[in-house]
């Protein structure tokens, strides 16, 4: 019996399999390195993944495990990475090279002959955002709504609101905020209050301290706050800037103009303040918090007013977030048959972005 040919490729199918094969290198030259970024650490541990990127002394790695450990610095014997990546430095500089290795303490980037050293704790940033480059602001913020209605022997309706928006730059920042409570008991409205306050901060370049000014118009008809409004400066200093405890602080002085439905109406200058407290501490996605802003006259000793709000906000869906918050607001000056503490409890759900 005779032996089956081998099949014989014709001209046009083997020019076709080489395109093919061609085009299949072609691909995964395009597609980049797959070699994992590579950190050692000075204990020995090593650790496989994506450098992405680098903030406050720490690098920030995405792993299978994890999408973002983050690293001190310190802790880092060796790096590797063949991703290309813009670099910003302590003193400004922004480079972009591949390879990048870190040993001994110092970042070497380029390969040969165009391999140059740099201190790799003067690293502040991998792959900046424009806003850090000075170019342009990072906007961020939260707008959430709470509402509760009851029917029966009481018909109760309470709608509780909050906007907060903040544009960010590398030498400034600007704040608005509107809070209010709209409430009404069988058909009779029983409180309507709203804050609205706008900030503008100039950071000192290479320090924590930053001066600013603030604007705020407050509103209580059933605390007989027809308008309280003030502005005046204010000096502020970061005290915390990790995820794990920020802290902002600021002390200034004001002017503050009250108008009353049925009190005299008053106006005196008077010493501000603002405590900006947060924590990631039960994890990156869920933030604990504690708000406060005080106001203290100096020609009368009862014009003393604190709003503090302390709360836990935690992520649901997508960029949509709940959030348990107490509100404490104490007037030492309220008028007569008006209470000075008021607390209240609230729940809501917002977007934040």
Not at 25 to 47: F, I
Not at 231 to 248: A, C, N
């Amino acid at each position: 019996m005779a032996k089956p040919h081998a099949p014989v490729l014709s001209p046009l199918m083997t020019v076709a399999c080489a395109t093919l094969a061609c085009a299949a290198l072609a691909s995964a030259a395009a597609a980049g390195p797959t070699t994992p970024d590579r950190v050692q650490l000075k204990d020995g541990s090593v650790l496989f993944g994506t450098v992405v990127d680098a903030d406050d002394g720490k690098v920030i790695m995405k792993t299978a495990f994890a999408e973002a450990v983050k690293i001190p610095q310190a802790m880092i014997e060796s790096l590797r990475t063949e991703t290309p990546m813009r670099l910003q430095f302590a003193d400004g500089r922004v480079l972009e090279s591949s390879p990048i290795v870190v040993r001994d303490e110092q970042l070497f980037l380029g390969r040969g002959a165009e391999e140059a050293s740099y201190s790799f704790v003067d690293l502040v940033r991998v792959n900046p955002e424009p806003w850090e480059l000075g170019e342009g602001y990072r906007w961020t913020g939260l707008a959430s709504a709470g509402l509760s209605l009851a029917q029966g022997n009481t018909e109760n309706s309470e709608l509780d609101y909050k906007a907060e928006s903040t544009w960010t730059g590398l030498h400034d920042r600007f704040s608005l905020s509107l809070i209010g409570e709209y409430d009404e008991v069988n058909g009779r409205k029983n409180a309507q209050n709203w804050i609205a306050r706008g900030k503008y901060d100039q950071f000192l370049n290479g320090s924590p301290w930053y001066t600013g000014a603030n604007l705020s118009f407050e509103q209580d008809e059933f605390a007989d706050t027809e308008l309280r409004s003030y502005v005046g400066p204010y000096l502020g200093r970061k005290v915390f800037t990790d995820p794990l405890l920020t802290l902002e602080a600021e002390g200034g002085i004001a002017y503050v103009w009250e108008e009353f439905f049925v009190a005299e109406d008053n106006d005196y200058p008077a010493a501000t303040w603002t405590l900006t407290a947060s924590s990631d501490y039960l994890g990156d996605n869920t933030r604990l918090y504690f708000n406060q802003t005080g106001l203290w006259g100096f020609t009368d000793e009862g014009d003393v007013l604190l709003n503090s709000t302390a709360g836990l906000s935690f992520p649901l869906i997508l960029n949509i977030e709940g959030s348990a918050e107490v509100i404490w607001k104490y007037d030492l000056g309220a008028v007569e048959n008006v209470e000075k503490l008021d607390q209240t409890y609230r729940f809501r759900l917002g977007y934040r972005w």
